[in-house]
């Protein structure tokens, strides 16, 4: 992020996908939408790393390029930073279930830099935010389909 102006940055946001063991796919249409958004400029790809956590909850740090070697991963972990550190790797994993495998992902919210740098000076000071997450979204929309086709 260094080559990033400062005064334009945008808020820095992870995302943890957690699959079960043997059933992770991080190709295809995951690998594709992120190339989207990153095309776009709507997100800036910051770090990015595979957990493995095993059964007994030991947990093991892949790179992108010993998951996919010749593919597109390994494309994106050319121009990834180590933003990441052992201590953050254990705070992350710590919302895995055991068993299980994870993509972890850190980026920048570049679509938002403008909005912030403006609110800056116009004198404004950020004093929360806050994520719906998508889960949470998609039961409500079912609860709410439920209900209409009820009758309700």
Same mark, same amino acid.
């Given at each position: 992020?260094? $080559?990033?102006?400062?005064?334009?940055?945008?808020?820095? $946001?992870?995302?943890?996908?957690?699959?079960?063991?043997?059933?992770?796919?991080?190709?295809?249409?995951?690998?594709?939408?992120?190339?989207?958004?990153?095309?776009?400029?709507?997100?800036?790809?910051?770090?990015?790393?595979?957990?493995?956590?095993? %059964? %007994?909850?030991?947990?093991?740090?892949?790179?992108?390029? !010993?998951?996919?070697?010749?593919?597109?991963? *390994? !494309?994106?972990?050319?121009?990834?930073?180590?933003?990441?550190? !052992?201590?953050?790797?254990?705070?992350?994993? %710590?919302?895995?279930?055991?068993?299980?495998?994870?993509?972890?992902?850190?980026?920048?919210?570049?679509?938002?830099?403008?909005?912030?740098? *403006? %609110?800056?000076? *116009?004198?404004?000071?950020?004093? *929360?935010?806050?994520?719906?997450?998508?889960? $949470?979204?998609?039961?409500?929309?079912?609860?709410?389909?439920?209900?209409?086709?009820?009758?309700?």
């Amino acid at each position: 992020m260094t $080559d990033t102006d400062p005064t334009v940055v945008g808020p820095i $946001d992870f995302i943890i996908v957690e699959f079960p063991a043997g059933e992770s796919n991080f190709n295809g249409e995951m690998i594709d939408e992120l190339g989207e958004l990153m095309d776009a400029n709507t997100i800036r790809l910051i770090d990015a790393i595979i957990l493995v956590k095993d %059964a %007994a909850g030991v947990v093991e740090a892949l790179e992108l390029s !010993e998951v996919d070697a010749d593919g597109p991963l *390994a !494309e994106l972990e050319s121009e990834l930073r180590d933003f990441l550190g !052992e201590d953050d790797l254990g705070n992350l994993s %710590a919302a895995m279930d055991p068993g299980t495998v994870a993509g972890v992902l850190v980026y920048e919210n570049v679509w938002a830099g403008p909005f912030a740098a *403006a %609110a800056r000076r *116009a004198g404004g000071t950020l004093v *929360a935010d806050g994520r719906i997450h998508t889960q $949470d979204l998609a039961a409500a929309i079912d609860a709410e389909r439920e209900l209409e086709n009820l009758g309700a």
